[in-house]
Structure formats: structure tokens, C-alpha cells
């Protein structure tokens, strides 16, 4: 099945929220050595610093469902437009350190609630021979936000700004966060939505628009999941016969965190500072970390679909757990620090490859029609509380530890591995509809 113009450019757009998503969680690692100064912060308070915009991200996942139900998932992507932009000039100009908290924290429910609305909408609109990949682009997006915010970051650091850098750097945000909230007019609604408020007429157009081959079969399947739906209102999530999907939700966003990704991708600069490395060597190894990170999620998302969710994150395990045992091993010994860029660009490669290009299609896909917003609402949920809990105590950590916790997540890795291996179902090429009858009868051994 071929691509046409109207569902790339409405994908596309949609994932524009995942590149907000990167980029405004990536930015921070530029600024905690001139935050730390300017607001005298000691490392509980630097920690609770970059955990603030995760706490938010918690709520705003948590509470996506509902404007994405009532209002629909692309006019509640707006309001994220919205969050992004008021919380990116609200840290730029932030006047002590409770509003800058105060204003990351808002820029948080933004994240947290596209992290649920941008997968959902892509999921609901794409073919399910293109889902895969299509959704895959709302990752794809968050790595290049990250690379930009890297990037960025090392621009910014050129440019002399002084003790008002870390505002440039965090205010920049605002720019396509307007972007985001423009083009996302031009863009058409989720036909399942659609379908759920009875405008059958127009889901059909965007069907036959976004070019689904069978439209009024594929029409007809979502009326009928609908129907089933509005039989089941009211639904709970936590039922009996969703223990499968929330175990395979929960886990999934459990380890994506427990991998240590978003602890090095926030601390990057302090990472290489305690290696030795000056701030400006710091941003450009950065850059190339963020660099790997798209390459590899690009590589994986052009797999995925044919290669399947499960080989990719067996893969990953592997390869990550190998690569935080190394960087461990130079934390204790002090010794070989030359190969810390090598082993977290290795790492960065593994992680992109599995994790990162698998969890928001999997997320997207292992819920039935009825609680899909809930469902996803949850692990989106777990994913970012677990986010907020690590990276929020790891200069702790890491202030009295050392390697100790890079041992931690090469264990969580080989962990998964063995998780991924006896559980998880492969969900490549199956319509959401097909998806729900076939975890239905899953065993946990599938």
C-alpha cells in the first residue's frame, strides 16, 4: 500500500508534537550547571528542577483521554500547542526558582498529554500496513526534537549570551510550538472519532482521502467497534478482561524508563562534565548522541513493519544491557573515560532501535476500541511517573553512588529481555479491530 500526500502531511503534523515532546525534555540538560548557579540549587533541588516538567507530563497523561474523547485528539493537541508555548516564554522569563518550577510543570502537561493525543490520532488515521511506521514517526519526531534541542543548545552556548543563556535556551520553545498550534488546522479529525459522534459522512471522506484502499469496509469495522463500544459504555479499564493489555501497557512503559534513557538524556552534560569534558565539548558530544539517536530510530522505523515490535525490543535488551554495564565499569574504575562517548552512543543506537521506535506504536495498539484512550492514557501514565521518580532522584544517586545505578539498568535490561521473550505478542500488520479478537484469546506465552 502506497502513501498519499493527505495522511503524510496529517501524520506529519500530528507528530509534530512528539518533536515539542524532545525537544522541550532534552533542552534542560543544557542549563542545570547555570540553574544550579543562579538559584544556588542543591542537587535534591536541581532534581526536582527536571522533575518538575515530569510531574506534569504524569497529569497531562493522565488527563488526555478525557478532552481526547470529548473534543476529539486533534483539536486537544491545540490546547498542547498551547501549554508548549505559554511554559516555554514562562521560563525565559521566569523570576525565581518556584515560577520557573511553576512554568516547566505546565510545559509538562503539554508533553504528557501529547505523548497520549499525537500516537492516538496517528493509530485511529493510518492503515494498519502503515500503522507501524506511521506511528513511528511521532518517535522519529521526538529524537529529532532532541537532536534540535542538543543542537540548539550548542548554538545558543556560541553565541555569548552570558548569564541569560539558559533563558534563550528554554524560551526558544515557543517558536514551534506556534507552528504546531497553526498547522494543525489544516489537518482532518480521527475517523473513529468521527464515527463515535455519528458523522459517518465525514469519516468516510477521510478515509477515502488518506487512502485506505477498502474504505467502506474498513468504514463499516470501525461502525461496528463503535456500536460494541457504546454497548459497553462505561467500561472499566481495570477489568479481567483487560489484565493482558494493561500488563503488556504497564511493562513496556516500566522499562523504557528502567533502561536509564531519559536519566542520561537530561544529565547528558553533567555525564560528560564528571568525565572531564569542557561545557562547550559537552554540547557538540551531545549533538552527536542526539545524532545516533535519529539515525537508528529512522533504521528502525523502516523495519518495523516487516522485522515486528518484538524482534526489535529482544534485540535492543541486548545491546543496551551491554552498553550501561560498560559505562558502569568506567564510572568504578575511573579508567578508559575516552570510551564513555562511545559506549552512550552505543547505547543511544540499541535504545533508538528498540525501545524508543516500539513503545508509543505498542501503546497504541494493544488496547480494544473501547478503553483505547484509558488504556493508552495509562501506560503513557506509567512511563512518565516513572520517568519523574528516576530522574528527579538520580543526582542523588549519582552524588553518592557513582556507577551503581548504570548497573541497576543493565539488569533492568537483561530483565526485559527475558519479559519480552516469554510474553509479549507480535502485533505487526493487524488492524486495531483484528488486534482486539486476537489478545482477547492470547496467552501469556504468546
Known sequence: MKLNAYLVKSTVVAALGGLLFGFDTAVIS?????????????????????????????????LAGFPGDRLGRRDSLRLMAILYFVSALGCAAAWNWPSLVAFRFIGGLGIGGSSVLGPMYIAEIAPAKLRGRLVGLFQFNVVFGILVAYFSNYLIGLQGFGVSEWRWELGVTAIPAALFFLMLFGIPRSPRWLVKKGRVAEARTVLQMTGEENFEQELQEIVESIRVEEMQAGEKLFSRIHLFPIFLAVSIAMFNQLSGINVILYYLNDIFAHAGFSKVSGNLQAVAVGGTNLIFTMVAMSVIDRIGRKTLLLVGSVGTAACLAGVSAIFFTARHENLLLWLLIGYIAFFAFSQGAVIWVYLSEV???????????????????????ISGTFPLMAASSGGYPFVFFSLMMVAQFFVVLLVYPETKGVSLEEMQKKLELAKPSA
Open 367 to 389: 488496547f480494544p476500541n473501547t478503553v483505547r484512550a484509558k488504556g493508552q492514557s495509562l501506560g503513557s501514565f506509567t512511563h512518565w511517573i516513572m520517568n519523574a521518580l
Open 30 to 62: 543544557g542549563t542545570t550547571g547555570a540553574l544550579r548557579q543562579t538559584f544556588q540549587l542543591s542537587p535534591g533541588m536541581l532534581g526536582i528542577t527536571v522533575a518538575s516538567a515530569l510531574w506534569g507530563t504524569v497529569i497531562g497523561s493522565m
